[in-house]
């Protein structure tokens, strides 16, 4: 058959059934493909009834011969070696400089494998993160593209059409990077929403056992969504608070505490630790997930186990305002870790990675999408080279402002023994940035005593080490240092 489609996409579960309409309605006639293609056919009579310029195939062959060249191909399969699987089956149908395009949630390690894989075989690879779930992809998603750079203008029209656009109508789309870039910054912008769900599980969590009703708590967060916290995520927290369930009881509490994940956050963990890049609070509500799936064993240490009766003093009003500035300052925390993450890969993987293009590609459509990421947009143009957003003015001062509230928080949570691992992660990691001598010289002068790992002297230049015969019984060999 003729060659008409602009585009072509392989996967029809609803992220990709919605990314075909919104081409579709800026314009793009799309061909679609299924393993299961009996999909081809619901999907043709059902969403995309009447729909002319979408176009089903039935096997590969005739699904890529439906393509305008340089073909175009987009796949919205499960991450893994599904995605393997479907570039080995196209590579027979394909010419030199077509483009594979996968918009999935997986591991930049192996976006840049395919990457260099296809290359040698005359294939551009685009692996780009999408994010703002079903309603994203329908009506203008947050995206993320990386890989071979060629690729960019021939795809750029058509994912910057069906982007979500800023309120100055700039698309939260624009070209990442090399190789796996694409994908690393997705994956981080996942982190930072472990990190984001957490605070807010937090907050319910103390405003909870404060004892206020989820009528009073949908409202709370209403108001924070009002102001300097006005974000998806706390927009979507005052809908779950306000849901009722067919009893008329609130829907959220008959939901079972033990929260899922499907790797992304473990993964921004497992590369930060990589590169030495202290990102405690995605890692704390990683584990804060962990910790939940463990239901039955929490429920017989709940009857073992006893700390003091959980609760938070004070009026609600007061708490409400406290725990809102706790949350903002939480927040900011979550993205500095994130940002400083970026920073670090950019400069171990070569990416030149733009930090105030991210923030503009996550203002709208995305997940974490808020109101401060146009600040911190800002922070990064008037300073590309921004040691970290807690000292950009604009964020040092919320930090200063709403740092007694914040301890406030933390203290009182702590001493009515109720978890809060992110908020309270984050505060020790403020803390901790902003002390200037740390009290890792106890540290190194423990590992040289047990083990000779040596040490450097605050009246010596840096990158000279010292080892102390600590015991006077030992020899003067020492051992090899190792920096993350």
């Known amino acids: 058959m003729t060659a008409q489609a602009d585009i072509g996409l392989i996967g029809l579960a609803v992220m990709g059934q ?15 493909f299924n393993r299961t293609v009996s999909k081809v056919d619901e999907f043709l009579q059902d ?43 196209l590579l027979p149908y394909l010419e030199h400089g077509d483009i594979i395009i996968d918009g999935g949630n997986s ?37 993320m593209p990386g890989g071979h750079t060629q690729a960019w203008p021939v795809i750029k029209e058509i994912f910057q059409g069906i982007s979500a656009k800023t309120e100055t109508g700039e698309p ?27 605070l807010i599980a937090e907050a319910y969590h103390i405003m909870k056992l404060a004892g ?29 608070l306000g849901k009722k369930d067919e009893d008329g009881s609130p829907l959220v509490e008959k939901i079972l505490d033990a929260a899922g994940q499907k790797g992304t956050g473990k993964w921004t963990g497992i590369n930060a630790l990589d590169m030495g890049v ?18 039955d064993e929490r429920v017989r240490a709940s009857k073992l186990i006893h700390g003091p009766e959980k609760g938070f003093q004070g009026a609600h009003e007061a708490l409400v305002e406290d725990l809102g500035q706790a949350l903002l300052a939480s ?35 995305c997940i974490i999408r808020s109101v401060f990421l146009g600040k911190i947009k800002e922070a990064f143009d008037k300073d590309p080279n921004l040691d970290n957003l807690m000292v950009a003015p604009y964020f040092r001062e919320i930090l200063e402002r709403t740092q007694a509230s914040w301890r406030r928080v933390v ?61 006077g019984t030992g020899g003067k060999v020492s051992s090899s240092t190792y920096n993350v």
């Not at 499960?78 to 699987?85: I, L, M, N, R, S």
């Not at 409202?219 to 779950?240: C, H, R, T």
Request: charged share 20%.
């Open 47 to 89: 969403a995309a009834a009447g729909r002319s310029t979408i176009l089903g195939a039935h096997t590969l062959e005739e699904f890529v011969g439906m393509l305008k060249r340089p073909r175009r191909i987009m796949l919205m399969v499960k991450a893994g070696e599904a995605v393997d699987q479907n570039i080995e089956q």
């Open 278 to 295: 202290p990102v405690t609070l995605i890692m704390e509500s990683v584990f804060a997930r962990s910790l939940s799936a463990m239901k």
């Open 212 to 240: 206020m009703d989820h009528k009073a708590m949908k409202a709370a967060f209403e108001q924070w969504n009002q102001g300097e916290l006005n974000s998806y995520l706390i927009e979507i927290a005052a809908d779950v």
């Open 411 to 471: 203290s009182q949570a702590v001493i009515g023994g109720i978890p809060v691992p992110a908020m309270s992660s984050a505060l020790a990691f403020f803390d901790g940035y902003r002390t200037e001598r740390l009290p890792a010289n106890m540290v190194q002068a423990l590992r040289d005593y047990f083990g000779a790992h040596t040490y450097e002297r605050v009246d010596r230049p840096r990158g000279e080490f010292f080892h102390t015969n600590w015991t």
């Open 107 to 143: 591991h930049f390690p192996d976006s840049e494998r395919r990457a260099h894989y296809l290359a040698e075989k005359g294939i551009l690879f685009v692996g780009t993160g999408v994010s703002g779930g079903e309603e994203g992809a329908r009506f203008g998603p947050s995206i």
């Open 331 to 365: 927040k900011i925390i979550s993205y500095a870790q994130g940002f400083m993450l970026m920073r670090e890969a950019s400069k171990e993987y070569g990416w030149n990675l733009n930090f105030g293009g991210i923030a503009l590609m996550w203002r709208g459509g």
């Open 18 to 32: 919605n990314l075909v309409l919104n081409m579709n309605d800026h314009g793009a006639t799309v061909a679609v």
């Open 172 to 198: 939260c789309c624009d070209w990442v990077g090399s190789g796996g870039a694409g994908h690393y910054v997705k994956m981080v912008h996942n982190g930072i929403e472990y990190g984001d769900i957490q």
